[in-house]
């Protein structure tokens, strides 16, 4: 059975995902086709279609593996500024990240990040028919304002790098000339490359961003993260919208969607507290990691045999309807 993997960025929570993608690597009925990331999600895809192409599945989970374990070690020098895990976020540091220029704050940019990349992605193979599920990140264009899926044919360290990009924090990573942020501005993540050209097919969406908060943001860092979830969220509504046109009105389509969504876990709410997403630690990324493995044991166990026959979960109702309503989503 294949499957394409859509995997939503969101910082710290990738580590979720991390967990996610640890156990579902564990079903041998499961081929992994085409994977479709967003800043977090993109260091993971690029990791894990990397391991899988030097070592299978066990390459697979293993580069996954050090890439956390390496940006785990790589933030080690800022634990002195952090909270307790029961209070996450990274002190004064954090309170100023609104009004801080990483041009002016962060000289190193993404140097340290792409020290880590150079040892869990290989761009050779990446690019190489056959050797890995095909995978595609996306990326905002900075002077336009437009989204570009960076995909086999360009795929590179720095175009991984660029859609994790977080405006922020990080100084422009440039290709070709050009400028580029996070990519879960335009799309968290865009979908229509795990579709294009096989419209009969399952696609697993591991969602990070909350389409709905009942508190209201009142701090500065946190207005600010709302902001960016609301365009995360509407995004992934356009993106999800053209994909129900498309199931309705195009003969034979049948794209059949899957959501594993932290938010919707027990241990949601932490796991979503805004501050988790720039916190960085080896406890909080394999507690994230064993939240995503029971999250995915649960789902597998629920909709495995599910796969290739319909959709899990009803994109109108949980995406599509006004936001009034999304508190009475449900899946199938």
Known sequence: MQLSLALQ?????????????????????IDIARISGSSAGALNGAALATGMARGGRA????????????????GSLMTFLMTPLRKPGMGLWDDALPILSPYHIN?????????ILNTVVD????????????????????????????????????????SACAPLSYQAVWIDGEPYWDGSYVANPSLWPLYEGRLDTDILLVELTPLFRAELAMSAKNILNRINETASVNGLVSELRALELINRNVGGADIRMHVLSLPDQPAGLLGTEPSIKRTVGRVLFEMLRQDGRRACDTWLSDHNAQLGQHSTVDIAARYLRPHTQQREMAFD
């Open 9 to 29: 960025g969101g910082g710290s929570q990738g580590a979720f995902t991390w967990g996610v993608l640890d156990r579902l690597l564990e079903e041998e009925n």
């Open 59 to 74: 390459g697979a989970k293993e580069h996954l593996a050090v890439l956390w374990e390496q940006v785990a070690l790589a």
């Open 107 to 115: 000289p190193m940019g993404m140097a340290p990040l792409r020290c």
């Open 123 to 162: 761009e050779a193979l990446l690019r190489q028919a056959n050797a890995a599920p095909e995978l595609f990140v996306n990326a905002l264009h900075v002077q336009s304002g437009s989204g570009r899926v960076f995909g086999p044919a360009d795929m590179s360290i720095d175009a991984v790098l660029a």
